[in-house]
């Protein structure tokens, strides 16, 4: 084998080396996991009758891990609620499900982004700490109306009027 | 009137035919020596590689340190 081949093999293997071991105790440390969708699950039938999916939107939480539960319907071709304000500094778990089809939920400039399937909750607890706001869009195609399926979150300073 | 043209035919041995001389040079082509890739100019192969490579590394880098800052 010739010695340029010997280095770049190595520098390859080792490249991948690296990268596994930082993915892997980001994931088992860090708690760095692909988004925990479809650990829990619901009739996609049955979604509107949910209490917590019945009215989506922010609500106070009791659990003492986060401060807010905010709850989406992500149907076609909307996110139910429309918009949301959420106070800076707060941690909310976000819970989306689908009633029809399988629908995107990515929200923008944060690591959020899941899929949205019938029968399955996915969630993600996220800290959000600059005021500004946040695009929600579908980056997965789901009809016609496929582009124009947005929302927004909007991280306010002190108090919020939550929808 | 036959004409026989006796022409000089490159690299053919004495007593072999041209078949036979195929045959020798796939032969000669698929015989490795230990040492034919020390015989290759493999620098531009080798600049081209790690440079790519090292553009992966960079940009994984970088889209990993965008996930954490996000967090």
């Excluded at chain 1, 093999?9 to 479809?38: E, K, M, Q, R, Y």
């Excluded at chain 1, 979150?153 to 009027?161: E, F, L, M």
């Excluded at chain 2, 034919?36 to 889209?63: C, E, N, P, Q």
């Amino acid at each position: 084998m010739h010695k340029f081949e010997k280095i770049w093999l190595s520098a390859g293997t080792a490249s991948l080396a690296i990268f596994l071991i930082i993915i892997g105790i980001s994931a088992v440390h860090g708690g760095h996991t692909p988004a925990a969708s479809g650990i829990e699950t619901i009739n996609p039938e049955h979604v509107r009758d949910d209490a917590r999916f019945k009215e989506p939107g922010l609500k106070e939480s009791a659990d003492d891990d986060y401060d807010y539960d905010l709850y989406f319907v992500a149907s076609a071709f909307m996110y139910e609620p429309g918009e949301v304000e959420i106070p800076s500094g707060s941690t909310v778990k976000i819970h989306v499900t689908s009633p029809d089809v399988v629908h995107g939920f990515q929200v923008v400039g944060t690591n959020i982004n899941m899929i949205a399937e019938p029968g399955l909750i996915s969630t993600y607890e996220m800290t959000f700490d600059e005021p500004g706001e946040h695009l929600i869009v579908c980056n997965e195609y789901c009809g016609v109306g496929h582009t124009d399926m947005t929302s927004m979150i909007n991280v306010v300073a002190g108090g919020a009027d939550n929808e | 009137m036959k004409v026989f043209y006796n022409l000089p035919i490159e690299n053919v041995k004495e007593g072999e035919n041209m078949t036979e001389k195929k045959d020798r040079n796939e032969e000669e082509k698929q015989h490795h020596d230990a040492d034919d890739h020390h015989k290759l100019d493999l620098r531009g192969t080798f600049m081209m590689v790690m440079t790519i490579g090292g553009l992966m590394v960079l940009s994984w880098f970088a889209v990993f340190i965008l996930f954490m800052e996000r967090m």
